[in-house]
Nanobody, 117 residues
Framework: QVQLVESGGGLVQAGGSLRLSCVAS????????MGWFRQAPGKERQFVSA???????TYADSVTGRFTLSRDNAKNTVYLQMNSLKPEDTAVYYC???????????WGQGTLVTVSS
C-alpha cells in the first residue's frame, strides 16, 4: 500500500509560480512510477506529467516548457514546479503512483491550484 499526500496548492496570479509536492509512504518509493494529473471544474481528469518506467519525464502539450517534474527518492517525494501559470491551469492537482505491473493504482486527495487573471 502507498499513501500519497499532496501540498503546495494555492492562489496565484497569472504568470506566477507554484511548486507542488507529493510525499509517498512506503519503503519502495523508487520502484513506483509517479505522476501528476489535474481536474478542472466540470471537466474530466487529465494527464499533466509523469515519469516513464525508465525514469524519463513526459508532459502534456499544454504544460511543456512551463512545468518541471522531479523526484527525490531519499525523501519519498515527487515535485511539480509550475511556472508561467495561466488561468486555464486552474484545477485540483492529483499525485498518482503506479506499482510495478499496474497503472495509476494509487491516488492522493488532491490540492487546489487557482490562477487568477
Amino acid at each position: 500500500q502507498v499513501q500519497l499526500v499532496e501540498s503546495g496548492g494555492g492562489l496565484v496570479q497569472a504568470g506566477g509560480s507554484l511548486r507542488l509536492s507529493c510525499v509517498a509512504s512506503g519503503r519502495t518509493f523508487s520502484n513506483y512510477r509517479m505522476g501528476w494529473f489535474r481536474q478542472a471544474p466540470g471537466k474530466e481528469r487529465q494527464f499533466v506529467s509523469a515519469f516513464t518506467w525508465s525514469g524519463r519525464t513526459t508532459y502534456a502539450d499544454s504544460v511543456t516548457g512551463r512545468f518541471t517534474l522531479s523526484r527525490d527518492n531519499a525523501k519519498n517525494t515527487v515535485y511539480l514546479q509550475m511556472n508561467s501559470l495561466k488561468p486555464e491551469d486552474t484545477a485540483v492537482y492529483y499525485c498518482a503512483a503506479s506499482s510495478p505491473g499496474s497503472s495509476w493504482n494509487y491516488w492522493g486527495q488532491g490540492t487546489l491550484v487557482t490562477v487568477s487573471s
